[in-house]
């Protein structure tokens, strides 16, 4: 079964640190890659997307991924992290199949603190 | 148009009672999803529509559940007899679905927190 795997569930880091949160996919075809945000008392929010062409994608906030597709990795990065960065992020994958689906299937989840 | 829309935001049932949830998506988004997330996990896929028609269905969505989207417009979430293990989010999502083909961003409402006591 297609899954999706997040590497680490809880990440502390202080200010200005540098952020790369895994995430790993098992689908062999063509696939849609998508981060989202879920920040304290707040509904899910899309941080960025891959669909196609240059694999290194830049979303809000100045975070940006790069996706590998012989390793079916889609890490999520950041050079230098902020307080307000705090939340919970999560890796989400669609399989492109003709007229069917779009459903998201996600990974458990990375919640990161950031200390001031 | 403020984005996705969810009521109520919070249910507290009593195990074995009925409840409904509802879903207003994106104006002009065809595409409708319901997910359930539980404490320390990402979203779950339960099903979605695409217009009026429920194209596909979880496992996970047992017989005590049943969705609706009657116009093609807002949808509904009913559980019925509902269970403790019923206890989670519950997450509506909406997507512009072009020609069958591309399915772009899925924009996802506040949830509805469904406690059985």
């Known amino acids: 079964a297609q899954s999706v795997s997040q590497h680490n569930h809880h990440v502390i880091l202080s200010e200005a640190a540098s952020l790369e949160l895994g995430c790993n996919y098992s689908y062999g075809g063509t696939v849609n890659l998508f981060w989202y945000v879920q920040y304290p008392g707040q509904h899910l929010q899309l941080l960025l997307k891959y669909f196609s062409g240059d694999p290194l994608v830049k979303g809000i906030k100045g975070f940006e991924a790069e996706f590998i597709k012989s390793k079916f990795s889609f890490n999520l990065r950041k050079p230098s992290v902020q307080w307000s960065d705090t939340a919970e992020y999560f890796c989400a994958v669609k399989k492109l199949v003709y007229n069917q689906g779009g459903k998201l299937i996600f990974g458990q989840g990375t919640e990161l603190s950031v200390k001031p | 148009d403020t984005g996705v829309s969810q009521d109520p935001r919070h249910k507290i049932t009593k195990r074995g009672q009925n409840v409904t949830f509802r879903c207003d998506p994106i104006s002009e988004h065809n595409r409708l999803y319901w997910y359930r997330q539980t404490l320390g996990q990402g979203p779950e896929f339960l099903t979605y529509?695409?217009?009026?028609?429920?194209?596909?269905k979880s496992r996970l969505l047992s017989d005590r559940f049943s969705a609706e989207r009657p116009k093609g417009s807002f949808s509904t979430l009913e559980i019925q007899r509902t269970e403790q293990g019923d206890s989670a989010m519950y997450l509506c999502?909406?997507?512009?679905?072009?020609?069958?083909?591309?399915?772009?961003?899925?924009?996802f409402g506040p949830g509805t927190r469904l406690t059985v006591t």
């Open positions: 999502a909406s997507s512009l679905d072009i020609l069958g083909r591309i399915s772009y961003e899925q924009y």
């Open positions: 529509f695409q217009n009026e028609a429920q194209l596909e």
